[in-house]
């Protein structure tokens, strides 16, 4: 495969792809079958990560064309689009007493934050040293052009020296023209691993050193292919996710230094369950030694994004109804039935015009134009899905007229009988789109790392789970998140200024500084030099805070409320 990616054809091609419209990225398994469709197909190559992960190119022609061939594994290799997760903290996880303690001293010295989002604003005071200096060792934007790392194709990266050489001029964005116009990004890398800031602010790690990572908005292809609102700019490729983690494990590992990686980042594109490609290289990525991953459970409990039925017997449905406000442009609807189920399923439009009974037959689209409507229905199926191997059924509805839409799921083949059904996350979907039935469990969001430690919120001045964190659990039916961290009201910093932010996404940033602080006692005091995810995991939880009248783990808030102070006393036990 080495010697095919460097040939005169897969670079001459990969050139042609990488900026034309209509490329579609996507990511293979090493294995002699796609390596024989690559060779055989218009199909570039740009690099293998963690090597055995192909990030693969095509025009969309192409694409479609090797869809047909490949069946339901297309769902596998396909990009999901991932959206962000967010609308005296520290001393309520315990953060500033291991700060402050003596006899550990602990605030992220030796460890590096990855932060992969939408940037940074690196002039701010908090990501710069007493002297001036940036903490920031480097930043990799893949929005540009010109400076790709080693081994990439795409994107510009500034060094910690170009960094310094603009904080030094007089115009700093004249030397390293980077700047966040979302803030997201800045406000996680703040969180995690902000300098102190007079007597009223301070990161979790502010000794750490941060690698940021810039994502490119998705591309054209997926954002059709999901039905994303032509005004949402935040929505970013899983691909572009894992080569921007690829990026900051490369850098981490030159440097000889451990790191905690913050994704605040997620979707509802996928089948909850763990099993994809981009949840088995994040995996992958969590039992790294000297590594800890961190994702958002994500913000949708209350959202009405999700839905689930019981259908009891072959021959038997069950309905879905979705309200529909004016104006609410196309929706995305998948769902999934479980491995010795078979389902199939009729659309009823707010009017009554009905599309009738549509047969499981994989990677067939069966599109309707209403009468009486504008709006066109399109239905898809998918199977066997890879993993757990259970099937999915995608509805599209494009120009949905305002009302109740009614989907009927039928049993064609029941065992289980148990279906689940989401929309996309908030959004990504109108806001007044949601299921009239809807269930707040199931609602943490894509991706399903088993490895990783995935962070719900709760407000740390009422001791209350935050009322939009996601509760679990996943569809392999295994409890998450694992534990909540602050998550309403966290202060730091947009690039305007000092400010809060509500939501997982933050309680995730938090909990990245959390791991810097144990990875420094770990790896860089030598303290237990092996240290990964699930090492961290097993400590933080069993230090977590927790309510006398609750019974845990539970759904809403994993183990507990973090508090690292704690899981420090009783490691001293093991």
Request: aromatic content about 10%; proline content about 5%.
């Amino acid at each position: 495969m080495d010697q095919f990616i460097n040939s005169q054809r897969n670079q001459e091609l990969l050139q042609k792809l990488l900026f034309a419209p209509d490329t579609v990225d996507f990511v293979v398994r090493r294995s002699e079958f796609f390596e024989e469709l690559i060779e055989n197909n218009e199909i570039a190559v740009s690099v293998i990560i963690a090597g055995r992960y192909a990030i693969s190119y095509a025009n969309r022609d192409v694409f479609e064309s090797i869809s047909d061939e490949l069946g339901s594994s297309v769902v596998s290799i396909a990009s999901f689009v991932l959206g962000l997760l967010d609308k005296s903290s520290l001393d309520a996880s315990g953060i500033t007493q291991v700060q402050q303690q003596p006899f550990l001293n602990l605030r992220g010295q030796g460890v590096i934050v990855g932060i992969v989002d939408t940037g940074i604003d690196y002039t701010l005071p908090c990501f710069r040293y007493e002297d001036g200096s940036s903490k920031i060792i480097s930043i990799y934007d893949m929005t540009k052009q010109g400076n790709p790392p080693a081994g990439a194709q795409i994107g510009f990266v500034y060094t910690n020296e170009e960094i310094n050489s603009a904080l030094s001029s007089n115009d700093p964005l004249s030397i390293v023209p980077e700047t966040d116009t979302v803030g997201h990004g800045t406000f996680l890398a703040s969180v995690a691993a902000g300098r102190e800031i007079g007597n009223d602010f301070i990161g979790v790690a502010p000794d750490a050193e941060l690698i940021i990572v810039k994502l490119p908005k998705a591309r054209q292809y997926y954002l059709d292919r999901y039905l994303i609102p032509k005004g949402q700019e935040n929505a970013f490729s899983s691909t572009a996710i894992m080569g921007g983690i690829e990026y900051i494990l490369s850098l981490a590992s030159q440097l000889r230094r451990p790191v905690a990686i913050c994704l605040g980042l997620g979707t509802n594109l996928g089948s909850h369950d763990g099993f994809s490609i981009f949840d088995e290289y994040l995996n992958g990525v969590a039992n790294l030694r000297g590594v800890c991953l961190c994702v958002a459970a994500g913000n949708e409990s209350q959202a009405r994004h999700h839905s689930m039925g019981l259908i009891t017997g072959a021959g038997l449905s069950q309905n879905i109804d979705i309200r529909v406000g004016e104006n609410a442009g196309d929706i995305y609807l998948s769902v999934w039935a479980y491995v010795a189920d078979k389902i199939s399923v009729s659309v009823r439009s707010p009017t009554g015009e009905l599309v009738e009974r549509v047969p499981a037959i994989t990677n067939q689209i069966t599109r309707t134009r209403l009468i009486l409507e504008k709006a066109t229905v399109e239905i898809e199926y998918f199977f066997p899905i890879e993993g757990e191997g259970g099937q999915m059924a995608v509805i599209k509805i494009i120009n949905a007229t305002p009302g109740i839409w009614t989907v009927t799921v039928y049993g064609d083949i029941i065992l289980n009988g148990i279906f689940h059904s989401w929309l996309p996350i908030t959004g990504f979907v109108n806001p007044s789109v949601e299921f009239l039935s809807s269930n707040p469990y199931y609602t943490v969001v894509v991706p399903i790392a088993w490895g990783a430690i995935t962070i719900g919120a709760y407000n740390a001045a009422t001791n209350s789970i935050y009322l939009q964190s996601s509760w679990g659990p996943i569809r392999t039916e295994r409890i998450s998140p694992d534990f909540v961290a602050p998550g309403v009201g966290v202060s730091g910093f947009y690039p305007y200024g000092q400010g809060t932010m509500d939501g997982t996404s933050v309680a995730t940033a938090f909990t990245t500084g959390a791991a810097a602080l144990m990875l420094e006692w770990g790896v860089v005091k030598g303290n237990n030099p092996s240290l990964s995810t699930y090492q961290i995991r097993a400590f933080m939880i069993r230090g977590c805070e927790r309510s006398p009248a609750i019974s845990y783990p539970n759904n809403q808030a994993g183990y507990g409320r973090l508090n690292l102070l704690n899981t420090f006393q009783l490691m001293r036990q093991v």
